[in-house]
């Protein structure tokens, strides 16, 4: 049996902004009651230009404990804080309905204060997926951690610390020693003049420590590479 679930499907938005500053990002955040405290479990997101868009979240299953209801949580956002959103939904999900593959349509509600032209509705936009698999050595292996692996632009200073930056997410809330990770990316908001990094990272769940990091710099979208055998190390302090 295998570690990990997971859960697919497709989100729709009744609208994508077309804004360059902040850009829009749909995203999907995965909760469950754990030892009576709700507990995220994973996470996904991606910049977008339009809708439809896939997701694909994986769940570790060594870390659900007994739980038998998952809250799925979708917003669109451009910017941060609860301002920035701008449609959302939420849906519950029974582990056995995870359990037999059922795929989900999530279908986003626009907040009262967005503007919405219901004569006009988002383009589907040209997606490429990145899949991978990470595992991390014994000795840097945590009680319970967060595995992130995030697409990122390389900006002109060398850095990715810009909002902007972040292409594509998908994190997930860990026990084990490895585990998957599918990024879902619009080509349209792949930048043709900067390079891109994938980067990831096994964090507490604080994200103020790093425990085992590894980047994969260069990405050609054009020959994706194979992100089968990721190992995460210890990192440079």
């Known amino acids: 049996m295998s570690d990990t679930l997971e859960i697919r499907g497709t989100l729709f938005a009744p609208f994508v902004p077309a804004v360059a500053e ?33 997701f694909r979240l994986h769940l570790d299953r060594n870390s659900l404990g007994d739980i038998a209801e998952l809250t799925l949580e979708a917003r669109c956002t451009a910017g941060i804080g609860e301002d920035a959103v701008l449609a959302r939904t939420t849906q519950k999900v029974l582990i056995t309905d995870v359990l037999q593959g059922i795929a989900l349509e999530l279908n986003l509600v626009a907040m009262d204060s967005a503007p919405v032209d219901p004569e006009k509705h988002p383009l589907p936009p040209t997606v ?15 009680e319970v951690a967060y595995l992130d692996a995030t697409l ?12 902007s930056s972040n292409l594509a997410e998908h994190s997930l809330y860990l026990k084990g020693e490895s585990a998957p990770f599918s990024l879902f990316i619009d080509v349209a908001t792949l930048p ?46």
């Open 22 to 54: 902040p850009p829009t990002r749909l995203c999907i955040i995965v909760t469950g009651l754990l030892e009576g405290e709700e507990q995220m479990l994973a996470t996904c997101s991606s910049q977008a230009t339009g809708a439809p868009l896939p």
């Open 128 to 142: 490429i997926e990145l899949t991978g698999l990470v595992s991390i050595p014994p000795e840097l292996c945590q």
């Open 152 to 163: 990122l632009v390389v900006q002109e200073d060398g850095h990715s610390t810009r909002y």
């Open 192 to 237: 043709k003049d900067r390079p891109t990094k994938l980067h990831l990272g096994l964090y507490n769940l604080e994200r103020n420590t790093i425990y085992a990091g590894n980047v994969l710099k260069n990405l050609d979208f054009s020959n994706p590479p194979d992100l089968s055998m990721i190992a995460l190390r210890k990192p440079r302090r």
